[in-house]
């Protein structure tokens, strides 16, 4: 299983990025697939999930702001993330609910003005 996220960047306070993550080697239809992140010197830390049935749930510091879906089809989830804070640039991870899956490279976040 490889796990390879993209779509992170240099973003200003309020904007907006679209993050995605591709899996290969197993279908996640199955998973419930989950988005993580981890800022310098903090633990990783969940953002958001999805459930086999497309149910969501975020994080309290993200809810109202970050979308969540997964594409069976592609096997692909995606986080679209709005209104962009200071405090949400930190390296953006897709994994299992579970952690089950190899973690990838993640993909680097900056909000800056």
């Known amino acids: 299983v490889q796990v390879v996220e993209s779509g992170g960047g240099l973003v200003q306070p309020g904007g907006s990025l679209r993050l995605s993550c591709v899996v290969s080697g197993t279908s996640i239809t199955s998973y419930t697939m989950g988005w993580y992140r981890q800022a310098p010197e903090k633990q990783r830390e969940w953002v958001a999930r999805?459930?086999?049935?497309?149910?969501?749930s975020y994080a309290d510091s993200v809810k109202g702001r970050f979308t969540i879906s997964k594409d069976n089809a592609e096997n692909t989830v995606s986080l679209q993330m709005n209104s962009l804070k200071f405090e949400d640039a930190a390296v953006y991870f897709c994994n299992t609910r579970f952690e089950n899956f190899p973690w990838g490279q993640g993909t680097q976040v900056t909000v800056s003005s």
């Open positions: 999805v459930s086999e049935r497309g149910t969501t």
